[in-house]
């Protein structure tokens, strides 16, 4: 079991740029979810997926994110165009039907200039 | 608004003592509550957790206590040891309604030597 991957673990862009992170939720494991870790807020839940389908948006900040979930092993969060606001560490995490918590991954600290 | 609250940003403990920490929670729908730990550049790890059904649940060192008519939990950690250092992020679901899981903030836990 090699846990929840994300990708990149860091990324440093400018502002206006594209970003895209990725996870590779456990296999067999079939609710994904992002989430944003700031000092100011804490952990926070921005999308979550089950079986593919997303469920829950109403946390995804604005319209310059967008997330998706084409198949069960793979998930993208895209910010497009990036603001210096949205410097955070990124998370992604999965969990079983059934299962009581989630596993997360490692994160991708995101900085944008 | 916060659903889950952690008031106290830190927390400095002796080596060998008790650490307590607490968790207000507002949403009555709540009926799951987790605690996850984090280190730096890691992920957050599931630590122990308890149902509304009961009012304590014991792991070893780790005791988490619901108050449900208070709405407040607390973790106790008896006794403190060095690698306990860690954020530590108390979280709540109400599981019969859906499946994502509300962070609070978190506190972060210095064990003192």
């Known amino acids: 079991d090699a846990g929840v991957i994300q990708s990149p673990r860091h990324e440093v862009t400018e502002m206006g740029q594209e970003v895209t992170l990725r996870c590779k939720p456990i296999?067999?494991?079939?609710?994904l979810f992002w989430y944003r870790q700031t000092m100011m807020r804490g952990l926070e839940l921005l999308i979550y997926?089950?079986?593919?389908?997303?469920?829950?948006d109403s946390g995804m900040p604005e319209d310059r994110f967008s997330a998706k979930m084409p198949n069960a092993s793979f998930s993208t969060l895209k910010i497009q165009p990036s603001e210096p606001r949205d410097s955070a560490v990124y998370f992604c995490?999965?969990?079983?039907?059934?299962?009581?918590?989630?596993?997360f991954g490692s994160g991708t600290r995101l900085t944008v200039v | 608004d916060q659903q889950v609250k952690q008031n106290s940003p830190s927390l400095s403990v002796q080596e060998g003592r008790i650490s307590i920490l607490n968790c207000d929670y507002t949403?009555?729908?709540?009926?799951?509550f987790l605690w996850y730990k984090k280190y730096p550049a890691e992920g957050p790890t599931f630590l122990i957790s308890?149902?509304?059904?009961?009012d304590k649940n014991e792991d070893g060192r780790f005791t988490v206590f619901l108050n449900k008519s208070a709405k407040h939990l607390s973790l106790h950690i008896v006794p403190s040891q060095p690698g306990d250092s860690a954020v530590y992020f108390c979280?709540?679901?109400?599981?019969?309604?859906?499946?994502?899981?509300?962070f609070g903030k978190g506190t972060r836990l210095h064990i003192l030597p």
């Open positions: 979280a709540a679901s109400a599981k019969n309604r859906d499946d994502k899981i509300i």
């Open positions: 308890i149902s509304s059904i009961k």
């Open positions: 949403n009555s729908m709540f009926d799951y």
């Open positions: 296999s067999g494991h079939n609710s």
């Open positions: 997926f089950n079986n593919n389908v997303p469920i829950d």
């Open positions: 995490a999965s969990r079983r039907t059934g299962g009581l918590g989630y596993t």
